[in-house]
């Protein structure tokens, strides 16, 4: 049977992940997790952040996924290397494509990251992006108000670009060159973030590099999807079913018009 990618999130954000695997790879299905009933993450400790991601790898792993894609960046710093420890198929996480992606962008070293508490506080980040390149000046800051606006389904509103105004004061007094949208979620406030930050400063998501990545390594171990059968992609959400549809489906647009897609509640996490 054709094996999936399991996708994980928090919530809607791994959508914005999912969205470029389906540009990217077309072939290749996907099972959807978003636990909308325990959003956001990001306040919460990295133990317990690590006990979700656990509890949603064991449920993803009945359906005998190929990968495992942990598209959030709180639970990827919280819980990535006990994931890998755990699986024998391979697991990817977003921080370091999103670190390659500002390194291979930036053109002064200085790289501003924004994200949830839990992702700031970890400095998952800086570790990543100093890894590659020391001389890396990195500014950091945490966006804790983001979140659960867009898990409202309220990213296109006017209370939106407020929010985005007021927790970005900081950072835009920063002399950075490009900002990493270190959490899943912020691409959904991407235009507002961009209105805020100006010209000059490059966005980062990592989800393009993320599915970069997947490709390479489904590439390397000769599993990518072959043939001409349309995947039919799974969706669970541990929370409002409706909301999630609804703003799932304004997210994936296009990408889910032509593939059929399976919305489910996941009977007990
Ligand atoms: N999408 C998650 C991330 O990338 C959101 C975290 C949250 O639920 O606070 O960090």
């Known amino acids: ?4 990618i399991a996708v994980l999130d928090s919530g809607v954000g791994g959508l914005t992940v999912a969205k470029e695997v389906m540009r990217q790879l077309p072939r290749e299905k996907i099972i959807y ?3 909308s009933a325990r959003a956001p993450y990001g306040p919460r400790s990295s133990q317990e952040v690590a006990l979700f991601t656990e509890q949603i790898v064991d449920y993803l792993v009945q359906y005998n996924p190929k990968m495992i894609v942990i598209a959030c960046n709180t639970a990827t710093a919280a819980a990535l290397n006990i994931i890998k420890a755990k699986l024998d198929v391979p697991v990817i996480g977003v921080i370091h494509p999103g670190a390659r992606a ?6 002064t070293g200085k790289i501003g990251v924004i994200g949830t508490i839990g992702t700031i506080i970890s ?3 800086s570790i990543a992006l100093k890894e590659i390149n020391p001389a890396i000046e990195v500014y950091s ?7 659960p606006l867009v898990e ?4 296109d509103s006017r209370q939106a670009l407020k929010i985005v105004e007021e927790s970005l004061v900081q950072m835009q007094g920063n002399p950075i060159d ?9 691409p959904f406030l991407k235009s507002k973030i961009k209105q805020v930050m100006g010209a000059k400063v490059t966005l980062i998501s990592s989800a393009d590099e993320t599915a970069r990545e997947i490709s390479v390594v489904l590439h390397q171990k000769g599993q990518l999807a072959s043939g001409d059968h349309i995947p039919v992609h799974q969706f669970f959400c541990s929370g409002d079913a409706e909301l999630f ?7 994936l647009g296009d990408q889910i018009k032509i593939t059929p897609v399976v919305w489910q509640v996941p009977e007990c996490l």
Do not use: N, R
């Not at 049977?1 to 999936?4: K, W």
């Not at 500002?102 to 053109?107: E, M, Q, Y």
């Not at 490009?178 to 912020?186: D, S, V």
């Not at 549809?245 to 997210?251: F, N, R």
């Open 33 to 35: 997790f978003g636990d």
């Open 245 to 251: 549809k609804k703003i799932a489906i304004s997210w």
């Open 141 to 147: 800051q945490a966006c804790p108000a983001f979140v």
């Open 123 to 125: 400095d998952a980040y």
């Open 152 to 155: 409202k389904g309220l990213s």
């Open 178 to 186: 490009c900002l990493i949208l270190g959490c899943t979620h912020y």
């Open 102 to 107: 500002a390194i291979s962008t930036t053109k």
């Open 1 to 4: 049977m054709e094996q999936a």
